[in-house]
């Protein structure tokens, strides 16, 4: 057996037995148990990078050897974030938690182990240093969580923390959060609160350039509250769901509803811009 053999076969059999892998100096320290990776991040504010792994999955040794021996990363986990590696054989329950199909499943996650992005496959050196780099603090967050576990269905907490996810770029865990919201008896019984819900879950839908959804949650909007006020600013987040979706005749539809009934609002403008484009 070889010394990187001997090396995993000795990561796989600590991680088995629920041991931190000590880092030498220029190594990343990482944790193999995720309740004890969790109390470090909760103690710092820090999120939590969690790599479900295993020795026969060939990118995961791809990474090993050129991805978190790679000095740029070293520096941002020891400075930004919490190492943790699941050998996937040994993890099946949380490998089921947290939805993993394929090796690597490389999850972002808060300091509680909350999801807020993912990655399956190979992530270069680069890739990875970028988003560690760009997940901004989130004491917010970690705050909404913990009361939300408090009072799961505490309408306020929900509606904060998609708003909170969202402004963070976490577009897709904000989606589940603002869904949650939307069906709350609060936005059940207010028109206007559950369409601005609606508005923002679709424009979140649309920075993640699923134009389908947006439009779908868009058309439901103006459909239970026809005539509001913000009824162009509906309409356009609606024409340019189409367009991504490639329904140019209905983006075309909705940019010209608006220069005809609301010709003299900013979201007029935008769509006479829009239009010109097509």
Same mark, same amino acid.
């Given at each position: 057996?070889?010394?990187?053999?001997?090396?995993?076969?000795?990561?796989? +059999?600590?991680?088995?037995?629920?041991?931190?892998? !000590? &880092?030498?100096?220029?190594?990343?320290?990482?944790?193999?148990?995720?309740?004890?990776?969790?109390?470090?991040?909760?103690? +710092?504010?820090?999120?939590?990078?969690?790599? $479900?792994?295993? !020795?026969? *999955?060939?990118? *995961?040794? &791809?990474?090993?050897?050129?991805?978190?021996?790679?000095?740029?990363?070293?520096?941002?986990?020891? @400075? @930004?974030?919490?190492?943790? @590696?699941?050998? $996937?054989?040994?993890?099946?329950?949380?490998?089921?938690?947290?939805?993993?199909?394929?090796?690597?499943?490389?999850? $972002?996650?808060?300091?509680?182990?909350?999801?807020?992005?993912?990655?399956?496959?190979?992530?270069?050196?680069?890739?990875?240093?970028? #988003?560690?780099?760009?997940?901004?603090?989130?004491?917010?967050?970690?705050?909404?969580? #913990?009361?939300?576990?408090?009072?799961?269905?505490?309408? +306020?907490?929900?509606?904060?923390?998609?708003?909170?996810?969202?402004?963070?770029?976490?577009?897709?865990?904000?989606?589940?959060?603002?869904?949650?919201?939307? @069906?709350?008896?609060?936005?059940?019984?207010? &028109? !206007?609160?559950?369409?601005?819900?609606?508005?923002?879950?679709?424009?979140?839908?649309? !920075?993640?350039?699923?134009?389908?959804?947006? +439009?779908?949650?868009?058309?439901?909007?103006?459909?239970?509250?026809?005539?509001?006020? &913000?009824?162009?600013?509906?309409?356009?987040?609606?024409?340019?769901?189409?367009?991504?979706?490639?329904?140019?005749?209905?983006?075309?539809?909705?940019?010209?509803?608006?220069?005809?009934?609301?010709?003299?609002?900013?979201?007029?403008?935008?769509?006479?811009?829009?239009?010109?484009?097509?």
């Amino acid at each position: 057996m070889n010394v990187s053999r001997l090396s995993r076969s000795l990561i796989v +059999a600590m991680a088995l037995l629920g041991y931190a892998v !000590e &880092a030498r100096a220029g190594e990343i320290s990482w944790y193999t148990d995720l309740k004890t990776a969790s109390a470090a991040a909760q103690k +710092a504010n820090l999120p939590m990078f969690i790599d $479900f792994w295993a !020795e026969w *999955c060939a990118p *995961c040794i &791809a990474m090993d050897a050129h991805v978190y021996t790679n000095p740029n990363v070293i520096a941002v986990f020891k @400075r @930004r974030i919490i190492g943790v @590696r699941l050998h $996937f054989d040994m993890h099946r329950e949380l490998a089921r938690t947290y939805n993993v199909g394929a090796l690597p499943h490389l999850v $972002f996650a808060n300091s509680h182990g909350m999801p807020l992005v993912f990655h399956r496959g190979f992530l270069g050196a680069g890739d990875l240093t970028n #988003v560690v780099n760009a997940i901004p603090p989130i004491a917010e967050i970690n705050s909404l969580d #913990v009361r939300l576990r408090q009072d799961r269905n505490s309408f +306020a907490d929900l509606l904060a923390m998609a708003r909170a996810l969202r402004t963070a770029g976490f577009f897709e865990a904000g989606t589940a959060y603002y869904d949650r919201a939307s @069906r709350h008896t609060r936005a059940r019984t207010s &028109a !206007e609160l559950r369409q601005s819900i609606l508005y923002e879950m679709a424009l979140s839908f649309l !920075e993640l350039r699923d134009g389908a959804r947006a +439009a779908a949650l868009l058309e439901k909007s103006l459909k239970e509250r026809p005539g509001s006020v &913000a009824e162009p600013e509906f309409l356009l987040a609606l024409g340019r769901a189409y367009v991504m979706s490639g329904m140019h005749a209905k983006a075309r539809q909705s940019f010209d509803a608006i220069v005809r009934y609301y010709p003299q609002t900013a979201a007029a403008a935008k769509a006479r811009v829009l239009m010109n484009s097509q």
